[in-house]
Nanobody, 115 residues
Framework: QVQLVESGGGLVQPGGSLRLSCAAS????????MGWYRQTPGKQRELVAA???????NYADSVKGRFTISRDNAKNTVYLQMNSLKPEDTAVYYC?????????WGQGTQVTVSS
């Protein structure tokens, strides 16, 4: 059974940084590209960043130059380094396969950017 557990969220001031982690169990990590997604109330979940098994990355325009996605295949973990955070980055952040698989959404981790 696949399980994705996100961690690392919190409250940070504008301009600050956070590093999110997603630990994956099961076979999903070894066979899939992975992505970080975010959702705010009343809005659709959106892709923030994705990384292939080989390390190729792509980012939403709104986070380019500020966020970095990476993965440690030995640890079955994907990371999202978030720098220069803005209030509009406030959301619940989730990891999932890319493209996402509906059955594999975890609880997510809340990121709040506020002074």
């Amino acid at each position: 059974q696949v399980q994705l557990v996100e961690s690392g969220g919190g409250l940070v001031q504008p301009g600050g940084s956070l590093r999110l982690s997603c630990a994956a169990s099961g076979t999903i990590f070894s066979i899939k590209a992975m992505g970080w997604y975010r959702q705010t109330p009343g809005k659709q979940r959106e892709l923030v960043a994705a990384i292939s098994r080989s390390g190729s990355t792509n980012y939403a325009d709104s986070v380019k130059g500020r966020f970095t996605i990476s993965r440690d295949n030995a640890k079955n973990t994907v990371y999202l380094q978030m720098n220069s955070l803005k209030p509009e980055d406030t959301a619940v952040y989730y990891c999932n396969a890319y493209p996402y698989l509906n059955d594999y959404w975890g609880q997510g981790t809340q990121v709040t950017v506020s002074s």
